[in-house]
């Protein structure tokens, strides 16, 4: 089996691929308050923002022309307009600081615009897909797949950095104490993990 066909067998369909991206967001977007701590909002913010960028240029690149392909529909349109707009307030999202009261207007200003995208999407655009594209889907959601690998590499940091702050401090802490004891025990000799790990269950534990 070529990696290729291997990639298409693993992959979700392209149209689960999409609802999947709008799920993540709008979850992340539910954990934004306007009380909500700066760092917190900047690193939910940073987040959202990686995200659309990311997912509206796959969507533009392979779904959109795929679907131009068999079928005319004026939400596709619609939905490389409401993109635009998107980046449009990403930007502006960016030259703000968290603290400003413009954030927070801007920021759920980008999450009023996603939601009529997201409603347009999955009730016209995505069932229209699984009709005409039956055939396709899974190969498309390789290809989706492959090119979402492409562009999140060069962001790695930008993504790590917005996801460690948009966690509270006690996550933080626990995430951290996790990697230390994951390092700790990967640091010991082989021979002291795995008597630690077949400790007998009759030995009491102190």
Not at 114 to 129: G, I, S
Not at 186 to 195: G, L
Request: proline fraction near 4%; glycine fraction near 6%.
């Amino acid at each position: 089996m070529t990696s290729t066909s291997l990639l298409t067998r693993l992959s979700p369909s392209i149209t689960n691929m999409i609802r999947l991206d709008h799920t993540h967001v709008m979850s992340t977007f539910h954990q934004y308050e306007v009380d909500t701590p700066p760092r917190i909002k900047k690193g939910l913010a940073d987040t959202v923002c990686v995200s659309l960028e990311i997912h509206a240029q796959l969507e533009e690149e392979i779904f959109y022309p795929a679907l131009r392909a068999v079928a005319q529909t004026e939400v596709v349109q619609k939905s490389t307009t409401e993109h635009h707009q998107m980046r449009q307030l990403i930007n502006q999202l960016r030259n703000l600081e968290p603290y400003d009261a413009a954030f927070d207007q801007t920021f759920f200003q980008l999450m009023n615009t996603l939601m009529h995208h997201v409603a347009d999407e999955e009730t016209l655009l995505l069932p229209a897909a699984e009709r005409v594209l039956a055939d396709r889907l899974g190969e498309l959601g390789a290809e989706m797949t492959k090119r979402r690998m492409q562009l999140a590499v060069p962001r790695t940091g930008q993504i790590a950095g917005g996801m460690a702050r948009s966690m509270s401090t006690g996550a933080l802490l626990a995430a951290a104490g996790t990697l230390l004891a994951g390092g700790y025990l990967m640091t010991r000799p082989a021979d002291k993990r795995w008597q630690w790990g077949r400790r007998s269950t009759s030995e009491p534990i102190r």
